[in-house]
């Protein structure tokens, strides 16, 4: 199946980042496209997160383009970019919930910033979201220091989808969890994403993941994408490191 | 965006449009107006073929008309919903909101008396804390005394290099501005009487026993005392302290000791420099400014002052730079997981340790003058 280029969500082209004397993405170009879920993959240290934080506008880029819902963020103003960034939305590695904010704080906070919507409706939608990622209503009042692991995961999440974002960016969202809270936060991004229709670029170590969730898979090496398709084009490819990653002693042919 | 038609005993509501997030705070109001209403119908329909953007803020409202009617005992029945969209509303219709328990309110005089209890406590804590420390810190050294090849020399020369070393150039500064100022103000005075050569006396002993270890001790408790506890706090938030301990170290040992000894070390070194330096300034003010010459002020300040007046600035000196070390460290192990409270001891630690300053000054005072001094 083709697909055209205008539904691309994001489109990095010709991308290039760099610290000091070491390029880490050497003209680099990636397509996410809309309703997906992409898995993006690649060793430690290979630049996934780079790439996600470049995107996101959190690292100055050397060169290259980077269009996100078909607008050049480079030509735009910082009012329209603050459109854009309320269009997406980012779950990080660690959770990065305000520590001081309780856990209904920390997702009204965007919605109340950006939407001026009732004290009511503010109410209403924590809970809902909070349910939508599998918590319960109670958890609401407790700080960020009092969630376990997994729970904090979903309460980002949950704040991730405040402003209910066409796209998110996930970044290892099962990792330092376990394999059946991992397996269930698959389910939870694989429903999400078909309820609100949602584009999903996700870094991930997780082999189950991306044998769960993702439709297509993006590999990372040298600084380039030397790979994207979809699962069977990641089994079937003779490249050393992607045999060594998908068909290694760690991964197990999916079922 | 939402319209409503009424036939008869039937009521549909038309609902068109985005119906997104940035829409909401604009749905809201219409879909309270439709919800409050109470026309006499038997039958509802919401037809919502008419949406052709729908998120959950959207789904939400809708869900909130459902149920607004259905407490009336009318099912409302959805009509045209793309199936695109079933799956969301679905979800959220399954969402069960209750209503937050309320916050119970206090009367005024019960609150106040919460307040000064909950105060209390935490003085009596605070003290229970320090004392603790004390304790910890006194037996670590007692064993790095006893084994003195346990005791981290290299941590402890770092820390004196970033505390007293580093510290020298402001400490010069300040005291010496303050001397300065002293000598000014003096001599202003002092004139008025005839009694300009009363300032040499006054700026020696006050530099010497008061006014040099105090700004000393308040200079390193806001440079010193501070990152001590945000260093220790953010270790304790990010389990490096419980590193520490399951490899079987003492943080108070590794910690806390060497930070402490840093400062005893370190204030009263910073304090005779700081001395020495406010002399220095009182001297050029009372020369340039009062017409005092520097062997005059010399002669008079020998006179002035005894090896009392300076010992007594200099005994006060490592106690002071103890309380300091020991307050940093119960406020940096006493913070927990949140930024806010990291920046609460922060403040807590320079704010009491200023004020502990101060009180020890006033009751070594009382001392030094019972014994003579």
């Known amino acids: 199946m083709a697909?055209?280029?205008?539904?691309?969500?994001?489109?990095?082209?010709?991308?290039?980042?760099?610290f000091s004397e070491k390029l880490v993405l050497d003209h680099l170009d990636l397509d996410v496209y809309r309703g997906e879920v992409l898995g993006f993959v690649g060793g430690s240290g290979s630049g996934k997160s780079v790439l996600m934080r470049t995107i996101i506008g959190l690292l100055p880029k050397r060169s290259g383009k980077i269009e996100v819902f078909g607008i050049d963020v480079d030509s735009i103003t910082q009012t329209e970019l603050q459109k854009i960034e309320q269009r997406w939305g980012i779950l990080f590695q660690h959770g990065a919930l305000f520590s001081s904010l309780t856990v209904r704080q920390n997702i009204q906070f965007p919605v109340r910033e950006f939407l001026g919507v009732s004290e009511r409706l503010l109410d209403e939608m924590a809970v809902a979201k909070l349910e939508m990622v599998g918590l319960a209503p109670d958890v609401q009042q407790k700080y960020p220091s009092e969630l376990s692991g997994g729970m904090t995961k979903r309460v980002a999440l949950a704040r991730a989808l405040a402003l209910?974002?066409?796209?998110?960016?996930?970044?290892?969202?099962?990792s330092g969890l376990d394999p059946i809270g991992a397996g269930e936060f698959d389910e939870l991004i694989k429903t999400l994403q078909r309820t609100l229709g949602l584009t999903v670029f996700m870094v991930t170590h997780d082999l189950d993941s991306l044998h769960a969730v993702c439709d297509r898979i993006a590999v990372l090496a040298d600084g380039k994408v030397i790979l994207a398709g979809p699962m069977s084009v990641m089994l079937a490819s003779e490249h050393p490191w992607l045999k060594a990653y998908f068909r290694g002693k760690r991964s197990r042919v999916a079922g | 965006m939402l319209t409503s038609k009424r036939t008869g005993e039937r009521l549909v509501l038309t609902a068109a449009g985005p119906w997104t997030a940035i829409h909401a705070r604009d749905l809201e109001?219409?879909?309270?107006?439709?919800?409050?209403?109470?026309?006499?119908?038997?039958?509802v329909e919401i037809d919502v073929s008419g949406i052709n953007r729908l998120d959950t803020f959207g789904a939400w409202l809708i869900e909130r008309l459902v149920r607004a009617w259905s407490q009336r005992g009318c099912e409302p029945k959805i009509i045209g919903l793309p199936a695109d969209y079933s799956g969301l509303v679905q979800e959220v219709h399954n969402v069960n909101v209750k209503p937050l328990p309320p916050l119970v309110e206090e009367g005024r005089i019960i609150r106040g008396l919460n307040a000064i209890g909950r105060t209390l406590v935490g003085i009596g804590s605070a003290t229970t804390l320090?004392?603790?420390?004390?304790?910890?810190?006194?037996?670590?050294?007692?064993?790095?005394?006893?084994?003195?090849?346990?005791?981290?020399?290299?941590?402890?020369?770092?820390?004196?290099?970033?505390?007293?070393?580093?510290?020298?150039?402001?400490?010069?500064?300040?005291?010496?501005?303050?001397?300065?100022?002293?000598?000014?103000?003096?001599?202003?005075?002092f004139r008025k009487f005839g009694a300009d050569i009363f300032v040499v006396d006054m700026i020696g002993i006050l530099v010497l026993r008061e006014i040099g270890v105090l700004i000393v001790c308040v200079m390193v408790a806001g440079r010193s005392g501070s990152a001590y506890t945000a260093e220790l706090g953010s270790m304790k938030m990010r389990e490096e302290?419980?590193?520490?301990?399951?490899?079987?170290?003492?943080?108070?040992?590794?910690?806390?000791?060497?930070?402490?000894?840093?400062?005893?070390?370190?204030?009263?070194?910073?304090?005779?420099?700081?001395?020495?330096?406010?002399?220095?300034?009182?001297?050029?003010?009372?020369?340039?400014?009062?017409?005092i010459d520097p062997d005059v002020f010399l002669s008079r300040l020998r006179e002035a002052i005894s090896l009392d007046t300076f010992a007594v600035g200099?005994?006060?000196?490592?106690?002071?730079?103890?309380?300091?070390?020991?307050v940093a460290s119960v406020e940096g192990m006493e913070v927990r997981g949140s930024a806010e409270s990291l920046g609460t001891h922060t403040t807590a630690s320079v704010v009491i340790s200023i004020f502990l300053v101060i009180v020890l000054d006033g009751l070594f005072a009382i001392f030094f003058a019972s014994i003579g001094m």
């Open chain 1, 3 to 18: 697909k055209r280029a205008e539904d691309a969500v994001i489109r990095v082209r010709d991308l290039s980042v760099g």
């Open chain 1, 164 to 174: 209910d974002p066409e796209v998110v960016f996930l970044d290892e969202p099962t």
């Open chain 2, 29 to 43: 109001p219409l879909v309270e107006a439709q919800a409050q209403s109470s026309q006499p119908v038997r039958a």
């Open chain 2, 130 to 189: 320090i004392m603790q420390m004390l304790g910890a810190v006194s037996v670590a050294s007692a064993r790095a005394i006893a084994n003195p090849a346990r005791f981290r020399l290299t941590s402890l020369v770092a820390h004196i290099d970033r505390v007293g070393w580093h510290g020298v150039p402001i400490m010069l500064l300040v005291t010496f501005l303050i001397g300065a100022i002293l000598a000014q103000q003096g001599i202003f005075h």
């Open chain 2, 241 to 291: 302290i419980d590193a520490l301990r399951t490899m079987g170290f003492d943080p108070v040992e590794v910690l806390i000791l060497p930070r402490i000894v840093a400062l005893i070390v370190s204030v009263p070194i910073l304090t005779f420099l700081g001395s020495m330096s406010a002399l220095y300034g009182g001297g050029l003010v009372a020369w340039l400014y009062g017409g």
């Open chain 2, 314 to 326: 200099m005994i006060k000196a490592p106690i002071m730079a103890l309380v300091i070390g020991i």
